[in-house]
């Protein structure tokens, strides 16, 4: 069984930054694809971005490429979102995923999903 957890929401003015963490433990996990996904209040969870198992691809919603970047420390199996120039639109529960598959983890099929952080962005 694979466990997904994430931290890192919280509170932001338009214009500033926020990171969030997720991190994945089982002991499968270190091979897993790893994903974010948001949900605004009244919309449907919309992909956010994605990274490989080893970090070396990724991929972004149009919406967030420029400003969000994703990463990942393959040592701790962590998944890092990188949001700058954050935006009133931007705000919701930030979601992360992990699945062996790194096509998979970027659609709502994913195996694994974490329970959400709040992100809330000010204007």
Request: hydrophobic share 35%; charged share 15%; aromatic share 10%.
């Amino acid at each position: 069984q694979v466990q997904v957890v994430e931290s890192g929401g919280g509170l932001v003015q338009a214009g500033g930054s926020m990171r969030l963490s997720c991190t994945a433990s089982g002991r499968s996990a270190i091979n897993y694809a790893m994903g974010w996904f948001r949900q605004a209040p009244g919309k449907e969870r919309e992909f956010v971005a994605a990274v490989s198992w080893g970090g070396g691809l990724t991929s972004y919603a149009d919406s967030v490429k420029g400003r969000f970047t994703i990463s990942k420390n393959s040592a701790n199996n962590t998944a890092y979102l990188q949001m700058n120039s954050l935006k009133p639109e931007d705000m919701g529960v930030y979601y992360c995923t992990a699945d062996p598959l790194y096509k998979q983890v970027a659609t709502t099929s994913a195996a694994y999903w974490g329970q959400g952080t709040q992100v809330t962005v000010s204007s």
